[in-house]
């Protein structure tokens, strides 16, 4: 009798499980997720580049722009003043206090000739200014 018991016990042993142990797979799917949070911000960061120091004074970005204005009749303006073409250039640069880097916004009138625009505009370029650009009036309604 006692050959039955053991014959018993060992074919309970030698069954195979019929369940699944899932709790390794749970670790390693938590390490992977570890991982990737740890290292996802390191990918999207760019190049690391260690900048030169310098002692020089930071770029003023606050600076009102200066704003010529071309009315429908072909009149200039620079700001609420009105001026002549030929000391437009002399003027942004007394306004600019000769900074050539100085925001410079134009406005034509929407009736006014396009080559009329453009020609101030070279105007103000030929002049030494780099940064000028056109201003527009935002529809109604954010444009949609």
């Given at each position: 009798m006692s050959g039955g018991l053991r014959d018993l016990r060992r074919r309970r042993?030698?069954?195979?499980?019929?369940?699944?142990?899932?709790?390794?797979?749970?670790?390693?799917?938590?390490?992977?997720?570890i991982i990737f949070m740890v290292t996802a911000p390191m990918m999207t960061s760019g190049?690391?580049?260690?900048?030169?120091?310098?002692?020089?004074?930071?770029v003023n970005t606050d600076t009102k722009p200066i704003t010529v204005s071309i009315r429908s009749d072909g009149s200039l303006y620079?700001?609420?003043n009105p001026v002549s073409p030929d000391a437009l250039v002399d003027?942004?640069?007394a306004a600019a206090q000769n900074d050539r880097e100085?925001?410079?916004f134009v406005r034509?009138?929407?009736?006014?000739?396009?080559?009329?625009?453009?020609?101030?505009?070279?105007?103000?370029?030929?002049?030494?200014?780099?940064?000028v650009a056109l201003l527009a009036q935002q529809p109604p309604g954010g444009g949609h």
């Open positions: 042993r030698r069954r195979p499980m019929s369940d699944i142990n899932v709790t390794p797979l749970v670790d390693v799917m938590l390490v992977l997720l190049v690391n580049v260690d900048l030169p120091k310098t002692d020089a004074a930071p620079l700001g609420d003027q942004l640069r100085h925001r410079i034509g009138d929407s009736h006014i000739d396009y080559g009329r625009v453009m020609q101030v505009m070279g105007q103000i370029t030929a002049g030494g200014f780099t940064h």
